[in-house]
T-cell receptor, first 111, second 116 residues
Framework: GENVEQHPSTLSVQEGDSAVIKCTYS??????FPWYKQELGKRPQLIID?????GEKKDQRIAVTLNKTAKHFSLHITETQPEDSAVYFC??????????FGKGTRLSVIA | GAVVSQHPSWVICKSGTSVKIECRSL??????MFWYRQFPKQSLMLMAT?????????EQGVEKDKFLINHASLTLSTLTVTSAHPEDSSFYIC????????????FGQGTRLTVV
């Protein structure tokens, strides 16, 4: 089955700097790669996703890149703000299979 | 996005009792629902996949007799933790999906279970 590795487990950045979180996946059949943000005690919220027919997607300060050959995808947050502090999870699935999540990255944005 | 409602949001129960958690898709019909368990500071671990009208598919290591899942309609799935013990204390969260081309999932707000 699918295995998703996520790095780093914790990340601290100064406000205004960029943050990058990387994930690798094992199943070449996976074609859907969402990123979720989870605040303490709350449900994960989808922040951006990318499908295998696209190499990059951007939404304001957030972007995701996908390299299918290398089986890795990354989340990029620019101009970070304190409210970006949360745990971020990457995930992968192949359409009709459950999402498999990475272990999460705790992002701290220091004002 | 679609709305998934989970109830209760928190529950405290005594050891040996059973607890039922409900997961509802409010504005769409969910052919498939998923149940996850999350320990503090850890990721979401898939427990089981629930398909409407059929038996749930459990992940390896998850006791199907302890975690009973019923998906009786396209908008409701329930997870019953039977004979709960303190080690069952955790954050349980469901997600629902109507199969788009990419498997998007929408999450309930989660249930924090504490067994005393």
């Amino acid at each position: 089955g699918e295995n998703v590795e996520q790095h780093p487990s914790t990340l601290s950045v100064q406000e205004g700097d960029s943050a990058v979180i990387k994930c690798t996946y094992s199943d070449s059949a996976s074609n859907y790669f969402p990123w979720y943000k989870q605040e303490l005690g709350k449900r994960p919220q989808l922040i951006i996703d990318i499908r295998s027919n696209v190499g990059e997607k951007k939404d304001q300060r957030i972007a995701v890149t996908l390299n299918k050959t290398a089986k890795h995808f990354s989340l990029h947050i620019t101009e970070t703000q304190p409210e970006d502090s949360a745990v971020y999870f990457c995930a992968a699935s192949s359409g009709n299979t459950p999402l498999v999540f990475g272990k999460g990255t705790r992002l701290s944005v220091i004002a | 996005g679609a709305v998934v409602s989970q109830h209760p949001s928190w529950v405290i129960c005594k050891s040996g009792t059973s607890v039922k958690i409900e997961c509802r898709s409010l504005d769409f019909q969910a052919t498939t629902m998923f149940w996850y368990r999350q320990f503090p500071k850890q990721s979401l671990m898939l427990m089981a996949t629930s398909n409407e009208g059929s038996k749930a598919t459990y992940e390896q290591g998850v006791e199907k007799d302890k975690f009973l899942i019923n998906h009786a309609s396209l908008t409701l799935s329930t997870l019953t933790v039977t004979s709960a013990h303190p080690e069952d204390s955790s954050f349980y969260i469901c997600s629902a999906s109507y199969w788009t081309e990419g498997g998007e999932a929408f999450f309930g707000q989660g249930t924090r279970l504490t067994v005393v």
